[in-house]
């Protein structure tokens, strides 16, 4: 795991973070160790019973008290997206079929126009990007157009996705109607969107 800077002094490109069960101060402290001037919010669900801290506006309005830029992607690029078509029988999030959606693709475009102007952190709740979606589906399909992620860990070490396990190589399946799924580019837990909390800040 690296522990320097992998960024020149003031450019501008795409990390990610998970807020995990930090203190908000001590969130704020890794992104300024890192000079992230701005953060994508890609949680489906922006709020915490445990950690409120990170709800949505708390999280936005504490950001720009820091000098932090918000924008909630959540969504575009949510691990949980609405719609029974992106989950399997295991209530898997079937990431391949998410990632060629029209929503998922301007949400991408959106993230990359953020990262050409700020050094942007990408934000979800998992410490380990390894299980997580900004890992799993979004690194993913950024590094199929040549765009590297580098991630903040929580004691503010930096990893590349060099230094992460590489990605199962994307197969697709028959089934017994003649349908072809992607059936190995997935999430590793359930995900069904009928256990997303009902609330007017989605993400």
């Known amino acids: 795991m690296s522990t320097s800077d992998t960024f020149p002094e003031q450019a501008p490109g795409l990390l990610s973070i998970g807020h995990s069960n930090h203190a908000f101060d001590d969130l ?10 701005a953060v994508a919010d890609v949680r489906s669900s922006p709020h915490s019973g445990f ?7 708390d999280l ?19 691990g949980r997206p609405e719609g029974a078509e992106f989950y399997d029988s295991d209530s898997r999030v079937q990431y391949g079929r ?10 991408l475009r959106r993230l990359v ?5 700020y050094r942007t952190a990408i934000l979800c709740s998992e410490e380990d990007p390894v299980g997580c979606h900004r890992y799993l589906l979004i690194t993913r399909a950024l590094s199929n157009q040549g765009v590297e992620v580098i991630h903040i860990r929580g004691d503010g070490a930096l990893q590349r ?6 990605f199962d190589p994307e197969y697709r399946e028959a089934t017994l109607f003649g349908e072809e ?8 837990r359930s995900a069904s969107p009928r256990s997303r909390p009902k609330t007017s800040s989605r993400r």
């Open 98 to 107: 998410v990632a060629e959606t029209v929503l998922f693709q301007s949400g």
């Open 181 to 188: 799924v992607r059936s190995s580019w997935r999430s590793t």
């Open 113 to 117: 126009e953020a990262g050409n102007r």
């Open 161 to 166: 996705p060099q230094e992460l396990p590489s």
């Open 60 to 78: 936005r309005h504490g950001l720009k008290a820091a000098g932090i830029r918000y924008v909630f992607l959540g969504e575009e690029l949510g």
């Open 28 to 37: 704020v402290k890794l992104l300024k160790m890192h000079r992230v001037e």
């Open 51 to 57: 950690n409120p801290q990170f709800n949505r506006q």
